[in-house]
């Protein structure tokens, strides 16, 4: 089970932006395991198979779902929310189709990658990345590690990135970043206009929304060029740039989780599992949820990916 930059926002903030958490919650959203039971009519599926976990549940009626936009579903119900308990717990209930069989090679410490996984690999589709162009990514952890990962596979040029934290800014040039940089101590606005000879990047990709990243994305890409939002800000509601978004006249897009990026990312995930590897630094069992928790929001021991052992 990986833990998530918006567990940890429900954890330390008491709320994922807008959204309160309401005790009690039981959180946990990446999850891979073994099945134990089947229910009535369930085939294809036997006890003791591995398999990844979608964690959300769509109506698959509503015209959103009918038109292929199950992320935005009229009556989704995701399980690590309010009304849904999460995966932090031994034993969950899920409909049939929301599993999907892990290849035997991987373990389940790897199946848990699936999930955030998919989340980049869908905001992928938003970035539309040719061969070549330049990416500026702010954030390196793990949403963001992921994400220069299939940048480096998508065959972008030059990836800069953004990360205050000195592990992860390893880490990122593990996973494919050409450059990185501690924004505390480098301007990135005039670093990128210095690398790009004044004209910034293709394609900026915000995976921090922390230290004025939602604002610098704006302000390091090209005119005409275009503007990924994958992380969620803390603050309900947050200051925007419009004016320079307008003059350079971007094509803006923000992300909401996946929709049916999974399976793909399982197969990536197999193809290329020492691409990841690198970034599931630390393992606790449940009983020290807590002090995972603390070490991801103070960033101690060079942590990535924390898993949460059951």
Not at 208 to 228: D, E, F, S
Not at 248 to 264: F, M, P
Request: include cysteine; hydrophobic fraction near 40%.
């Amino acid at each position: 089970m990986g833990l998530c930059g918006s567990d940890l926002h429900n954890y330390a903030e008491g709320s994922v932006g807008d959204t309160p958490c309401v005790y009690p919650m039981v959180l946990g959203h990446e999850p891979a395991g073994i099945v134990d039971k089947l229910g009535d009519g369930v085939s294809g599926w036997a006890k003791g198979d591995r398999a990844a976990f979608e964690p959300a549940l769509y109506c698959y009626h509503c015209e959103y779902c009918m038109s292929g936009h199950h992320n935005v579903c009229a009556k989704l119900r995701f399980l690590s929310s309010t009304e849904d308990p999460g995966f932090f717990r031994d034993y969950v209930v899920l409909p049939a189709h929301n599993l999907l069989p892990l290849p035997e090679h991987l373990t389940l410490d790897e199946g848990t990658v699936a999930e955030p996984l998919a989340v980049v690999l869908h905001s992928m589709k938003f970035a539309q990345v040719e061969v070549g162009e330049s990416v500026v990514v702010f954030g390196a952890g793990p949403i963001g590690l992921l994400t220069i990962a299939s940048l480096r596979l998508s065959g972008a040029g030059r990836i800069y990135v953004f990360e205050p934290v000195s592990a992860r800014r390893e880490l990122a040039l593990q996973m494919g970043a050409t450059a990185v940089f501690d924004p505390r101590s480098i301007d990135p606005e005039k670093t990128i206009a210095r690398e790009t000879g004044g004209r910034g990047v293709d394609l900026a990709m915000d995976c921090a929304a922390k230290g004025g990243a939602i604002n610098q994305t704006l302000r390091v890409t090209r005119n005409a060029g275009r503007v990924v939002f994958t992380a969620i800000p803390s603050e309900a509601k947050v200051e925007f740039d419009f004016h320079v978004a307008r003059r350079k006249e971007l094509t803006l897009y923000n992300v909401r989780r996946s929709n049916d990026e999974t399976g793909a990312a399982l197969r990536l995930i197999a193809e290329r599992p020492e691409l990841f590897r690198p970034m599931l630094t630390h393992t606790f069992p449940l009983e020290q949820v807590d002090r995972a928790f603390q070490m991801l929001e103070k960033y101690e021991d060079g942590a990535g990916k924390i898993l949460i052992r059951l």
